[in-house]
């Protein structure tokens, strides 16, 4: 059990982390912080900048907390939101990656809660260092991550407010 959750924490932490690279870096083909920016004001992110920030920084240090199962289950919290983020902004209504759909962000949300429940197991920094997130800290953290992602969904459903004309 414990060496089935080190593979599916490296190897989706490290997936993960390194999408977040793609848009905080530039990083394996992504355009960086500027492009990644510039495709979220064109999806009505507002502001387009800290969104691309706060996704980066998600997808980047929470697969990388994830992959070393530490600090568990904020590298869980981190991965989450941003998928459900991606599914219901860019990818829904369509399941197929091949159309572009939420096939993968679906995959990468199921580990990511699977692991946050379970716990990193015992071949994890957690484990070693005996460190753990406390109960109380997790469910703020759970709430904040759902109320940014609600605030984020809200902001960019909203249409941008149209100039007045004059008379």
Not at 4 to 24: E, M, S, T, Y
Request: charged residues 10%; positive net charge.
């Amino acid at each position: 059990m414990d060496l089935a959750l080190l593979l599916l924490r490296i190897v989706v932490g490290l997936l993960v982390a390194g999408h977040g690279a793609q848009k905080l870096f530039g990083w394996f083909g992504g355009h960086g912080l500027a492009g990644f920016a510039g495709s979220l004001e064109s999806m009505r992110f507002r502001p387009a900048r800290l969104w691309a920030w706060l996704a980066g920084i998600t997808e980047f240090g929470g697969g990388v907390l994830f992959a070393m199962g530490w600090l568990s289950p904020l590298g869980s919290i981190g991965m989450a939101s941003s998928m459900l983020t991606a599914i219901a902004r860019v990818h829904w209504p369509k399941v197929w990656a091949t159309e572009r759909g939420f096939e993968l962000p679906l995959t990468y949300l199921v580990v990511a809660l699977a692991v946050g429940i379970s716990g990193p197991g015992a071949y994890s920094l957690d484990a070693v260092l005996r460190t753990r997130l406390p109960a109380g800290l997790t469910a703020v953290l759970v709430t904040v991550a759902l109320v940014g992602w609600i605030v984020g969904l809200t902001i960019s459903a909203t249409p941008p407010a149209q100039p007045q004309r004059g008379t």
